[in-house]
């Protein structure tokens, strides 16, 4: 299985790559999006499933301090051949875009399906075709999204081997993107959040 997780960086104050937010470890930022996201009850997920714990990722995506905290932790998490950031609609969106004010890298911003008018383009922002292409999502659960959209963007031309999420829930989304070829990278895990707490 095809699964990585920053949990096996290294998080440290001396690393020059962190600037500033050097002092935010790895366990902080997991404390952190767990005391802003997490949410008990009954959820229904997109896979269909029922879960009793959700991880909001609006939340944090809507705090802009803390995105720019995960956006920058994940920009070290992209491989360095990748020349576009992909994100996915709706929640990869807001991820994506701090993601390239930290890697520099151009964002293209990929629908469910393309609009029926304007553009009528699937993919708006960078072009994809012949361009090693960083798929990036917020929450991952069952894989199901992140397949959909990898197929369609390969089919325009994108040149696609890794997806990287804010949170892997750990509920076969990496085996699944792995059946397809994709390795999926993780800032954190919900085994992590949950852990944070």
């Known amino acids: 299985m095809l699964v990585r997780s920053c949990a096996s960086a290294a998080w440290s104050s001396g690393d020059a790559d962190l600037g500033d937010w050097a002092s935010v470890t790895h366990?902080?930022?997991?404390?952190?999006?767990?005391?802003v996201s997490h949410l008990t009850g009954t959820f229904t997920l997109r896979s269909g499933r029922t879960a009793t714990e959700y991880f909001d990722k609006y939340r944090?995506?809507?705090d802009p301090v803390l995105l720019d905290e995960v956006a920058r932790a994940m920009a070290r998490l992209v491989p360095a051949d990748i020349e576009v950031l992909a994100g996915l609609e709706m929640g990869g969106i807001p991820v994506v875009t701090a993601l390239g004010r930290h890697t520099g890298l151009p964002c293209a911003f990929v629908r469910k399906q393309a609009k029926p008018y304007g553009t009528c383009r699937l993919a708006e922002g960078a072009e994809l075709a012949g361009r090693r292409v960083l798929v990036v999502e917020d929450v991952v659960t069952s894989g199901g999204q992140v397949v959909l959209s990898t197929a369609d963007l390969r089919a325009l031309g994108a040149d696609i081997s890794t997806a990287l999420c804010v949170i892997d829930r750990e509920q076969g989304g990496g085996e699944a993107l792995a059946a397809e070829g994709?390795?999926?990278v993780s800032l954190l895990t919900a085994?992590?959040?949950?852990?944070?707490s």
């Open 182 to 184: 994709i390795e999926l």
């Open 191 to 196: 085994t992590d959040v949950r852990d944070a």
């Open 27 to 35: 366990s902080d930022l997991a404390r952190r999006i767990h005391a």
């Open 60 to 62: 944090f995506e809507g």
